[in-house]
Structures are given as structure tokens and as C-alpha cells.
């Protein structure tokens, strides 16, 4: 008695699963793509809220904020990561890795933009100083902007 079958799959087998693994990978995506905005939005807030954390030490030690007129966040990098010359400074506040540095000294955000502070501020009532990062479209002045506030 012999068999006779064949090893394999049909060319019709193949092709209804490649059609059932596009259609679950094209439902996912943008499942995927919500996802990693929402991570991405909370990276940029995780990020504000270390420097406005290190800001309040530092103003306990200075009694003061570090003044800035809204250029970006050089000074920041500077004097909270230090080293600072001064009897007061008890720092390094806050520790920044070379990936989250542009090439002009700012903080960048989750997107690799930079972060704006601003000291003083008269913007919003509620903080004394601001630090706003451009948000998802990447342009300041928008409903998108994350900020302190």
C-alpha cells in the first residue's frame, strides 16, 4: 500500500494566511501608532517634571530660580547639572545623558526638540517659571504644547 501525499501547502493555503496576517498587522498598526504617541507625550511630561523637580531644589539652596528670558534651556543644563562655583550649590540636581542634549546645550524633549524655560513668567498664574516643550507638531504656540502649567 503505498500513499501518495504530498508535504506542503497549497498556493491557495499560502496566500488566505498571508491575507489573514496582513489584515491583523494593518488593525494593529494604528493601535501600535496611538500607543507610542501616548509614550512619547509621557516621556516629554516625565521629563518636565524632573527639571521642575531639580528647579525646586535648587531654589531651596539659591532661594531663588535661575533667571531666563524664554531662549531655550542652556542655563538649566549649566546650573543644575553644574559643577557650579558657589558655597550654596549642593548639586548635581538633575543628570542629563548626552542624547538628551542638542548641539547649543538644550534640554531636548521625547521628539528631540528643545525645551523652553522661562523665569520669570507672567504667563500662567500658577508657577513661577515655565518649561514648555513644542508638543507633537512640533511648534510652539499650539493647543499640543506640554508644559509645567
Known amino acids: 500500500m503505498t500513499r501518495n501525499f504530498k508535504n506542503g501547502l497549497t498556493l491557495m493555503e499560502v496566500l488566505i494566511s498571508i491575507c489573514i496576517i496582513s489584515f491583523i498587522a494593518s488593525a494593529s ?41 524664554g531662549n531655550g534651556s542652556q542655563i538649566l543644563l549649566k546650573l543644575l547639572q553644574g559643577p557650579v562655583e558657589s558655597d550654596r550649590w549642593n548639586g548635581p540636581y538633575i543628570r542629563f545623558k548626552k542624547e538628551d542634549i542638542d548641539e547649543e546645550g538644550n534640554i531636548l524633549d521625547a521628539w528631540k526638540n528643545p525645551i523652553i524655560y522661562k523665569y520669570p513668567q507672567t504667563d500662567y498664574d500658577n508657577v513661577p517659571f515655565s518649561i514648555i516643550s513644542a508638543g507633537p507638531d512640533r511648534k510652539f504656540g499650539t493647543k499640543d504644547d506640554i508644559g509645567n502649567w
Open 29 to 69: 498598526l494604528p493601535v501600535l501608532h496611538r500607543a507610542r504617541s501616548k509614550a512619547v507625550i509621557a516621556k516629554t511630561k516625565a521629563i518636565i517634571n524632573t527639571i521642575e523637580a531639580a528647579l525646586s531644589i535648587y531654589e531651596t539652596d539659591f532661594g531663588d530660580y535661575p533667571h531666563n528670558q
